[in-house]
Structure formats: C-alpha cells, structure tokens
C-alpha cells in the first residue's frame, strides 16, 4: 500500500487509475444482483461501513490523527459519490446494466465540458477527438438495441453521468497537497453511513440473507469499494480532471471482457469495435506535441 500512495509519475497514476475503474466494473452487475434482497440504500449502506471497517484495520491509527481539513475533503467527496451511488443503484432497478454502465460513463463528455466552463477555456482538440470515438466505442459495447428510450430510469442514468463527472471534478480539486489515501477512507465511511441512515429513513433495512448474498456483499465491500473507491483519490493525485474522465471509458471495456469470459456473454463484432474504439480514444486524447499536464505534487 506505501507504494501506491508514493506514486510519483502520471503514467503510475494512470495505471492505478485503470485498476481501480476494472475494478469497480463489476459492480453493476453484482449490485443488480444483490438488490433483489437487499434495497438501494441499504446496501450501499452495508456495503461501504463493511469497506470502511476493514481499512481501519490496517489505516485505523493514522485515520484517529487526521487533519480536520482532510476530513472535510474526504466528507465532500463522499458526499458527492454518494449521490453518484444513489442515481446508480436506482438507474439499475430500472434499466439493464449494460445501459446504467453506458449512462453513467456519459461522464467522460461532461468533465471536459464542465472543466472548459470552470476555466474559461476550450478543451484541447486531442481531448475532443478522444471523448467523441470513446464515447462511440462504449454505445458498441453497450447499446445492444442501437438506441435509449428516455424513460424515467435513463434519464435517472443521465443525471448519474453528470453527477459522476462532478465527483471526478471535485476529487481532482481536494486530492493534491493532502493524504490523498485519508481522502477515500472518509470517502468510503460518509458513503456508508450516508446510505444507512437513508435506509432507515426510507427502507427497511436488513442484513444479507443466505451464503450467496453474502458473498457478493463482501466482494463489493473489499474489490468495488475498499480498493476501487479508497485508491481513486490517489491515483486522481496526479492526473487532470479531464484525462481522469477520460480514463473511466475502460470501466465497460471491462465488464464486456469479463462478461465474456465468466458469464460467457457474447461479445461479438460491434463489442470488439467498441473496445479497439475506446483504447483508440484513449491514445488519441494524449497530444504527444504538447507538454503533459502539469499536476500539483
């Protein structure tokens, strides 16, 4: 774990990045799943406070000498993924996952867009050319119909998107000059009992039923959450909004890959152009005729 948060370099913080989001891939699916015991609040709640106690047990010293500004970054920053988390979770309940997926990874148009307004300039035309043949990859490899009825679960799906750019916008503020790990404990624990409390409030709430619910429970906590949510402000250290942004694009290319292998989904033609189209984009959206983006240290 030292060194992750000694990365130093925006092609470490590029890789960890790009784990964190294979990682966090397979939620959809597993959190689709587990919702047909457990609601939307609920298991976000179990879910993230389960994450939250296991990193106590390595970080639980360092997390009780915490710097009151840190805490309130990490507060901010799991407020904001919470509210993601929620438009997620509903937008599952109401659609496929392979449509959440595409909805919510929308948020690679909006944190360029949403980044040139904040700072009063245009994004680069690498940047552009690389969110628009992206963008056309993840429809690809999601949008098994070609098209997306705009009831009330896509556009649930739309505001997920928008909402994840705004997270990606506010950790890339918070996350330089501090204990970036710190950042995504907090992170983790305000999700957990943000959720909780929401369940009480609207829900029911109840622990997992059976070996089976359980299981996915606990890989959601350690896989999606402990190291997928916990490492994003880390890796998001040393990287830009926009290429942040960009870089959530492997999340579908990932769970179509994984799908394939393990569900034995098809993947098919349209899925291998989608995947060749998104890493294409990601290549592209990194002018090599211009200096790399200078990130706070």
Known sequence: MKKLEGIKTERG?????????????????????????MNPFNLLGVRFLLA???????????????????????????????CVM???????????????????????????????????????????????ISMTGIGFLTLEGGRIALRTGELIGILSGILYAVAIIITDRLSHNDDSLLIGMVQVGTIGALGMIASFLFEQPTLPQGQTSWLMVIYLAVVCTGFGFTLQPVAQSRLTAERAGLLIAVSPVSSAIMGSIFLKEHLGISGMIGAILVVGGIIISKDPFHKKAQVSS
């Open 52 to 82: 939250f106690l296991l990193l106590c047990i390595p970080f639980g010293k360092r997390l009780v000498k915490i710097k009151k500004q840190t805490l309130l970054k990490g507060l901010l920053v799991g407020l904001a993924f919470f």
């Open 86 to 132: 929620t438009a997620e979770l509903f937008t599952l309940r109401l659609t496929a996952s392979s449509t959440s997926s595409f909805l919510e990874n929308m948020a690679i148009v909006f944190v360029p867009i949403f980044e040139a307004v904040l700072l009063h300039r245009l994004p680069a035309k690498y940047s552009v050319a690389g969110v628009l």
């Open 13 to 37: 913080a590029e890789i960890l990045l790009i784990l964190v989001l294979v990682a966090r891939s397979t939620s959809f699916v597993m959190s689709k799943v587990t919702m047909n015991a």
